[in-house]
């Protein structure tokens, strides 16, 4: 009997309204002039949500003139302000790009710099006038980064965040990338932040990812795949690693709210990479056909990494 050939896996999509539906209508409602849709989406989301759809719908381009022209209506709308924010800042880490800085040229540091500093001012009013506005303290997180204003300023924006989500994960990661080595920081407190976020957050929460985050960032600054290997198969960085997977995607606590497509996506890379691959299986698995790059791109085209990985993970182990 000849044997039948396995079914081909399916392509992924990195498009997160694959994954959120209300993202997608959220990006619909904007490119149509549609804000009181806008504002029927974001109040079915919790802060992390909202958070989350706000920066990518910042990636929409030609949103601007409306977002003014809501902001212009409604002064004191911190929805359409933080959406105007998100696309101003976005659109200047599009003229930066996502190299590092030393091979961006003076005048993208200019325009990129130019950008912030007008989604800065936006966000200063929203925080003046909603100091409890999540997503806009997110926000200036982000473009304290850009600005490579001190790490005590980020820090600083974050602490006021936290004093009403302490367990907002988007500016978390937001932070941990500027305590990177190459924001400036160090690798001490960047994986001290990342402990510290997973072990104060509730089980089963999907802050565990700052830990993977953090360990991945140090192991590809190191050259190569082989020195990553073997920096993340070092026994205390993997007990480090176990800890964030029973604490997250692991535990019988973990949902799939906005987020978890990001969170299950960086386990696959991490376990990937240390030769884990019934546990890299076990998180593609429960990707299905969901994708985000979650630093697939650090490694190359995200989509043909993330692709080689998967076949690989399923060739080599049993997900689990």
């Known amino acids: 009997m000849i044997a039948a050939m396995p079914a081909p896996l399916p392509a ?19 490119a149509a002039g549609d804000w009181p849709t806008v504002r029927q989406v974001v109040g079915g989301l919790d802060w992390n949500g909202i958070s989350l759809f706000t920066l990518q ?12 022209s809501v902001v ?10 933080s959406l105007l924010a998100a696309t101003l800042i976005r659109t200047g880490w599009r003229i930066r790009t996502g190299y590092r800085a030393q091979h961006v040229s ?18 200063i009013d ?84 700052l830990v993977i985050e953090g360990h991945l960032e140090h192991a590809l600054d190191l050259g190569d795949r082989g020195q ?19 604490r997250s995607v692991w535990h019988p606590e973990f949902r799939h709210v906005p987020g978890w497509v990001s969170v299950r996506s960086t386990f696959a890379l991490a376990f990937g990479l240390m030769g884990e691959w019934s546990a890299a299986a076990g998180q593609f698995a429960a990707l299905g056909q969901l994708a985000d790059e979650s630093m697939f791109d650090y490694l190359g ?13 399923y060739a080599k182990g049993s997900p689990r």
């Open 126 to 209: 929203v925080t003046a006038r909603h100091p409890n506005y999540v997503t806009a303290w997110y926000l200036r997180v982000t473009s304290a980064r850009g600005l490579e204003l001190h790490q005590s300023e980020a820090r600083r924006r974050y602490d006021q965040l936290a004093k009403h989500q302490p367990h907002h994960r988007p500016a978390q990661s937001s932070l941990l990338q500027k305590l990177c080595p190459k924001w400036g920081g160090s690798w001490e407190a960047t994986h001290g932040f990342a402990l510290e976020c997973m072990r104060s957050a509730p089980p089963g929460s999907l802050n565990g990812v």
């Open 228 to 246: 990553a290997a073997d920096y993340l198969r070092a026994p205390q960085v993997r007990q480090e690693i176990q800890e964030a997977a029973h």
């Open 72 to 81: 212009a209506r409604q002064p004191g709308e911190p929805v359409a302000a």
């Open 106 to 123: 003076r005048e993208q540091f200019e325009q990129f710099h130019a950008y912030l500093r007008q989604a800065e001012t936006v966000l």
């Open 12 to 30: 992924p999509s990195f498009d997160p309204a694959t994954a959120y539906p209300e993202l997608g209508r959220m990006r619909a409602a904007l």
């Open 57 to 68: 719908c910042g990636e929409l381009e030609g949103t601007e003139p409306f977002l003014r």
């Open 301 to 313: 085209d995200a989509a043909e990494e993330f692709q080689r990985m998967r076949a690989e993970a």
